[in-house]
């Protein structure tokens, strides 16, 4: 029986605001490939400031000279923010999920700044159970000790707990903890695998 449903932050909760941050630096006179590089795929991004290794301060002024922005870090990270807005029908899935008694949880590869900025904007985290959150716990998506971790938090047994993910490695190391775990398409799509494992919303 399932009774931890996990949800993704990035293009579920908030769909447009990775893409919508990409687009404003574009507009800043930044080439989208060279945004990508830093924002997404750099090692400093993945490698040191998603596991807690760097400070938002000493990853937003390095980022900022990649871009060639004359911006303080400050101000890049809070057109990041703005960045950001909730699809609310997700808040309200969330909302039904823990009013029948589910435990909802994150699963995350994240950095301090856009956590904190996101919480203080919108008051997420309040929406979850059980945080696992990567520069927290020292570990990323899609490495298996992440999932471990999840499994950790939650104090059930790995099959209780339901997680999606649109990234196949991640799929396979969390199916490989023991986690019910589907590979993500849609959010619609993920309602209806929900279903098909007996959650009731």
């Known amino acids: 029986m399932i009774k931890v449903i996990t949800f993704d932050l ?3 909760y908030f769909p447009n605001g990775k893409k919508n941050f990409i687009n404003t630096l574009v507009k800043l006179g930044v080439e989208e490939s060279r945004v ?3 924002f997404a795929n750099s090692p400093q991004m993945n490698m040191e400031y998603k596991l807690g290794k ?4 000493q990853f937003w002024s390095w980022a900022a000279k990649e871009w060639n922005l004359n911006m303080t870090w400050q101000k890049l990270v809070k057109v990041l923010i703005d960045s950001y807005d909730v699809d609310t029908k997700i808040v309200e899935v969330i909302n039904k999920a823990r009013a029948k008694g ?5 699963c995350t590869s994240n950095f301090p700044a856009r956590i904190k900025g996101l919480q203080n904007k919108f008051g997420f985290l309040d929406n979850f159970d059980i945080k696992v959150i990567s520069y927290e716990v020292g570990y990323n998506k899609p490495y298996v000790e992440i999932f471990k971790k999840l499994i950790e938090y939650s104090k059930v047994k790995p099959e209780e707990i339901v997680f999606a993910d649109d990234n196949l490695e991640s799929v396979t190391n969390s199916q490989a903890c023991g986690i019910t775990t589907f590979q993500y398409e849609t ?5 209806e695998q929900l279903v098909s494992v007996g959650v009731k919303l």
Do not use: P, Q, R, S
């Not at 589910?102 to 994150?106: D, H, N, S, V």
């Not at 959010?187 to 309602?191: A, E, Q, S, T």
């Open 187 to 191: 959010f619609d799509k993920y309602l």
């Open 36 to 38: 990508k590089d830093v």
């Open 10 to 12: 990035d293009g579920v």
């Open 54 to 57: 760097v400070t938002d301060e």
């Open 102 to 106: 589910y435990m909802t949880a994150i």
